[in-house]
């Protein structure tokens, strides 16, 4: 499985962006996807998870009611919606799969990832 993230850029606080997920190279509709941020100076940290049928099953505190994941398993794709978004929003966010953890947060348990997409919030 190869994972690209877009849709990275600047915003204004307050603002929205949406970040997609592109999978290739083999079907990823039974996998867990997740979205994880690292800011600088920090531990790459989960956002958010959505499981194998398209249910979210975690956001992180500092992003619920405002960031939303979904997935089409029929293009192979994930979004992040993120919307009202902060100053403390701003770190290069990735994509990753995990094979067989279900309800996993730390990145060691995802397989795959993407190569990464900033998103760069000002005040």
């Known amino acids: 499985v190869q994972l690209q993230a877009s849709g990275g850029g600047m915003a204004q606080a307050g603002g929205s962006l949406r970040l997609s997920c592109a999978a290739s190279g083999r079907t990823f509709s039974n996998y867990t996807m997740g979205w994880f941020r690292q800011a600088p100076g920090k531990e790459r940290a989960i956002v958010a998870r959505i499981n194998w049928s398209g249910k979210p099953t975690y956001y992180a505190d500092s992003v619920k009611g405002r960031f939303s994941v979904s997935r089409d398993s029929s293009k192979n794709m994930m979004y992040l919606q993120m919307n009202n978004l902060k100053p403390e929003d701003t770190a290069v966010y990735y994509c990753?799969?995990?094979?067989?953890?279900?309800?996993?947060?730390?990145?060691?348990?995802?397989?795959?990832w993407g190569q990464g997409t900033q998103v760069t919030v000002s005040s």
């Open positions: 990753a799969a995990s094979q067989y953890y279900t309800g996993a947060r730390d990145p060691d348990l995802y397989d795959y």
